[in-house]
């Protein structure tokens, strides 16, 4: 049987907007009842638009917020810290990597004392272990020993998306949230980081949750789609079973809207553009 690692049931998530001076204050409810799970192993794509909630539930996943109603899990440990305050094990269990590889990394540290930096607040590694393991995940992203006492400023954005992509993982986290880890890169290195997070799944039996505003790419690495729309799930399927036969009228609506981004068209329109500025030049 296959093990859950995060799942909730019924999750609602309200916001409370200041009406102002003449106005008086309302409720807004950005999550209506959200049930999910991913097992172990698997990657689950949470699908929709700006709005629709899917950044809403990722915070709670995260335990950045904490719901309103509803169980939330981490390996069958409920998690709500509303209510009580998640332990130091909790936290490590479930990490996450930015959208925006320019700006979640400390531009003021090395990028050896990035990678350590988890290691030296949640363990009692020794320095020399420290410094070993992040020299080890960095080559497991595709970067070298001589990246280490660089700053972020030297790196590119895809350098800079799989040193994110370290540091999430030096805790050995049970679960990774990755928050449209993709969406700020060019086309090519969209693939090359695609491929790095398939490498890692397969390596580490990894447990995605990953945030995507379409359909795109979330078809190369996903095993499952959650749609959402007006913090409502209005679709779950399969990968093959929602991208063959799509059934709710908005997800039909993404398909149209969104061009294919697996990793071959990705090459394919890079290849296209090329050509086109070759053309013009």
Known sequence: MSEIVAQGKNIV??????????KSDRTVRALKGVDFSVERGKTLALVGESGCGKSTLARIITMIDAQ???DFQI??????IAKHRPTADQRRKVQIVFQNP???????????????????????????????KAHDLLKKVGLGPEHFDRYPHMF??????????????????????????????????QAQILNLLADLQDEFDLTYI?????????????DEIMVMYFGEVVERGSRDAVFSDPQHEYTQTLFKATPRADVES?????????????AGS
């Open 102 to 132: 320019y700006g979640s990394l400390n531009p003021r540290q090395k990028i050896g004392d990035v990678l350590m930096e988890p290691l030296l607040l949640n363990t009692d590694d020794t320095a020399n272990d420290r410094r070993d």
């Open 68 to 70: 309103t109603d509803g």
């Open 210 to 222: 990953f945030v995507s505003h379409d359909l795109s790419v979330v078809k190369y690495i996903c």
């Open 13 to 22: 998530r309200d916001y409370v907007v200041p009406g102002g001076m003449f």
């Open 75 to 80: 390996e069958g440990q409920t998690i709500d």
């Open 156 to 189: 590119s954005g895809g350098q800079r998306q799989r040193i994110a992509i370290a540091r999430a993982l030096i805790l050995n986290p049970s679960l990774l949230v990755l928050d449209e880890p993709v969406s700020a890169l060019d086309l090519s290195v």
């Open 266 to 278: 990705i090459r394919a329109r890079l290849a296209a553009k090329q050509a086109k500025m070759a």
